[in-house]
């Protein structure tokens, strides 16, 4: 037989992106960062975020032909026409998928999103040439000033990361270990080890680490009764790896039920708990957010060993994911759990976690878009609650979704949903439990969890690094510690996306009595109750943060 080349051996392997053109594409920051000088407007003050610049979302209702005639108009000032297309950029066509779509939105009162797609359009009776580059962030703002900043249910398509805007989680440029990988000269880590947040993405300050661990697996200790379930958790990540403790029947379930398509992602060759090495050059190591997701996994099954978890993929292994695509899912999940709650089939979910997020350039009333807000809202009612990381930057700046609840001070209105589960935000402690210096902070914070240095479960990975010394004796196998061998199945790893999962499984936790009884069904109200006594439970048994 002849051998393949080295890509297409890999390609009938399934191993993942294999060509330099995909690896390239899978390195390449998805979407550019805003530039708040450009376009300005009166009134509107703006702030850096990152986002797709061929298109805007927009939230259809009975203004819809006004507002693409609104946008068409400021479009053709720079030489650009728009057209209208689903939200998975494909033409808005009614085939019998759309209807049944549709119809299921309008049941369950879910809004209805479409992109609106910016293309060259000059005009031969117009000094328009050159036409610039097409910018959504221009059109937005040419826009509202058209209509005097008054410009409701369009924005952009932002980009989410693991990390929101910023380097992947969980930290560093030079992930896994540093510039002197494993450990340096001062071994544990002594003088070489950088101040400021930093030090948390080097091996032994909180960086994703190998570890080896000894203990039994979560065990079940709880029977389900005929007419009860187990208590559901969902998470909108990266997927989830394979791994010995999610080999216990009922702990993973791995597709929703459809709405109309599979929800989130499901293609093999870019899936992140199987291929870590996707983007950039052929060295083997570690893409930034790959095994993200089987992380999760693991500290909710270890905060709550009776739940069945169901991953839902919506990033990369660079942790990101364009808003529209987030709302897609999200929107899928809403359904769901209506269709649940009014005895139409669907899935129960009781507590959906989601350790990505963004920041919005302009986050006032009449500049905001409450999409995402109205979606999450939905599911809440639902007896969904929502657990949501803070993020990793330092700041005080709020991140969506996180700060999607009406705290106080905030620049923007959320209609709180009536008789819902609670919405909750999470940050970072340290193991000494003062809050990681990495951890967002401000009043939109509602909770703290450790979130530094945590153990939990990973993808089998053998990343590019080696073994510093190696020397063999007979049969025996003998070398220094393999820094990113993680075939033993554990790390540990920060950031605030350990923080949530670590609260939602201790949430989903308060409602496994009742739920495995029986004593919680479809009906939402007794959940939603239940939940929100849950989350003072949950708050009061958690450590406090250590006082200044």
Known sequence: MTDLPPDESARATGQGPTTWRERYDAARARGVPLDPKSEPVPGVSAYPTAYDPDHLMVTTGSELDDLLALLGAAASDFGWGVRLENLDGTALETTAATERITAALDEFDLPTIHR????????????????????????????????????????????????????????????PFGHTNPFGHTNPFGHTNPAGTAGYGLAGGGGRQVVDYVGAAPARVRAVSEKGRR?????????????????????????????VEPIGLTDDPTDPEKHADQAGPFDGFLDGAAGHGTFVAGILHQSCPEATLIPIRVADSQGTVLEGEFLKAVRDVALAVLRYAADKGGQPIDVLNISLGYYHETPEDELYDTTMSRLLGRARQAGCAVVCSAGNDSTDRPSFPAALWQWPGADFHVDEPANAAPHVSVGAM????????????????????????????????HGGAQAGSRNDRGTLRRESLDPDDYSAGFALWSGTSFAAPLLAGRLAGELAGPLMKGELGRDPKPRVDALRAGLDAVNKALPEVLPR
């Open 430 to 461: 340290n193991p000494n439990r003062s809050v990681a210096l990495f951890s967002n902070i401000g009043r939109w914070v509602k909770s703290w969890a450790p979130g530094v240095s945590v153990l939990s479960t990973s993808p089998p990975f």
């Open 231 to 259: 208590p559901v958790i969902a998470f909108m990540d990266t997927g989830c790896g394979d791994h010995a403790w999610f080999t216990v029947p009922d702990v993973l379930k791995r597709q929703l039920p459809q709405t």
């Open 116 to 175: 609106v797609r910016i293309f060259p359009q000059p005009d031969q009776n117009r000094d328009d040439q050159p036409v610039p580059p097409i910018d959504a962030w221009r059109l937005l703002q040419r826009a509202r000033a058209r209509a005097g900043n008054k410009l409701g249910g369009v924005g952009l398509d932002h980009v989410m990361t693991i990390e929101p805007f910023g380097h992947t989680n969980p930290f560093g440029h030079t992930n």
